[in-house]
């Protein structure tokens, strides 16, 4: 049995995900790399789509300030 050590739904990559919660969205990314996970996002059902291509647009973004967030600690 291969366990899930991140809840959650992926939504097209391991490391991206997104947490339901009431009527919202909680979208996060996963870096296991460093340990990290990064909140980006909250949505609701009718932004859903939406908010989920602009955060795929902007992985490169969010990993360059993960990388230079842990350069300045």
């Known amino acids: 049995m ?3 050590h991140h809840p ?3 939504l097209g990559y391991v490391f991206f995900r997104e947490k339901k919660l009431n009527s919202h969205r909680i979208y996060y990314l996963v870096y296991e790399e460093f340990v990290i996970v990064l909140m980006v996002a909250v949505s609701d059902k009718k ?3 939406a908010t ?3 955060i ?3 992985l490169d973004e969010y ?3 993960v990388k230079g967030t842990l350069r300045k600690l």
Request: glycine share 6%; net charge neutral.
């Open 2 to 4: 291969v366990e899930n």
């Open 8 to 10: 959650g739904k992926p």
């Open 47 to 49: 932004t859903q789509q």
């Open 52 to 54: 989920i291509d602009d």
């Open 56 to 58: 795929k647009q902007r």
């Open 63 to 65: 990993y360059t300030f």
